[in-house]
């Protein structure tokens, strides 16, 4: 994902405080029509400086 992408996801309004990765992924998916693996998602998020909730 471009970094213009990237600045949109973390503008979007939906934005909260306790997103999944899953989340992410499937909201990524979703308005930008690409996949990517969790792992790969836990890495764009830390890169962004999100913070994101581990599954248990």
Excluded: C
Excluded at 31 to 40: P, T
Aim: aromatic residues 8%; hydrophobic residues 35%.
């Amino acid at each position: 994902m471009n970094n213009e992408k990237r600045k949109s996801l973390v503008s979007m309004p939906e934005r909260r405080d306790d997103w999944s990765t899953r989340e992410v992924r499937v909201l990524i998916g979703e308005k930008f029509g690409v996949e990517y693996s969790m792992k790969h998602v836990r890495e764009m998020l830390r890169q962004m400086g999100i913070k994101f909730m581990k599954a248990y």
